[in-house]
């Protein structure tokens, strides 16, 4: 099963994080997607780390630069094609 992750809001950092934890000792298949002030939960290190079993990480390129201009993004830079793509792939999403 292909899971797709959107988060949207910056207080999704906790949920996330325990998500990524689960797929990971279930082995699953997972991608996220950041938009809006999901950004912001790409500043918090153990999202970051749990992060690593992830097929895709992709954060909105337009809400990075609204948030933080002069930061490199730790994962790759998209648009929200590339969400719109990853949902079509995916077999559940699940928005935070």
């Known amino acids: 099963?292909?899971?797709?992750?959107?988060?949207?809001?910056?207080?999704?950092?906790?949920?996330l994080k325990g998500l990524a934890e689960a797929f990971g000792r279930k082995g699953m298949t997972w991608?996220?997607?950041f938009t809006g002030e999901g950004v912001a939960v790409l500043h918090q290190q153990e999202?970051?780390?749990?992060m690593k079993g992830a097929?895709?990480?992709?954060?909105?390129g337009e809400s990075?630069?609204?948030?933080?201009q002069e930061l490199d993004c730790p994962v790759e830079i998209g648009s929200?094609?590339?969400?719109?793509?990853?949902?079509g792939k995916?077999?559940?999403?699940i928005s935070l």
Not at 64 to 68: D, E, G, N, P, V
Request: glycine residues 2%; positive net charge; charged residues 10%.
């Open 31 to 33: 991608s996220v997607f």
């Open 64 to 68: 990075w630069s609204a948030l933080y």
């Open 80 to 87: 929200q094609l590339n969400n719109s793509m990853m949902v």
């Open 47 to 50: 999202c970051l780390v749990a």
């Open 1 to 15: 099963m292909n899971l797709f992750i959107v988060v949207t809001t910056r207080r999704s950092g906790p949920l």
């Open 90 to 93: 995916a077999s559940r999403v």
């Open 55 to 60: 097929d895709a990480a992709v954060a909105c």
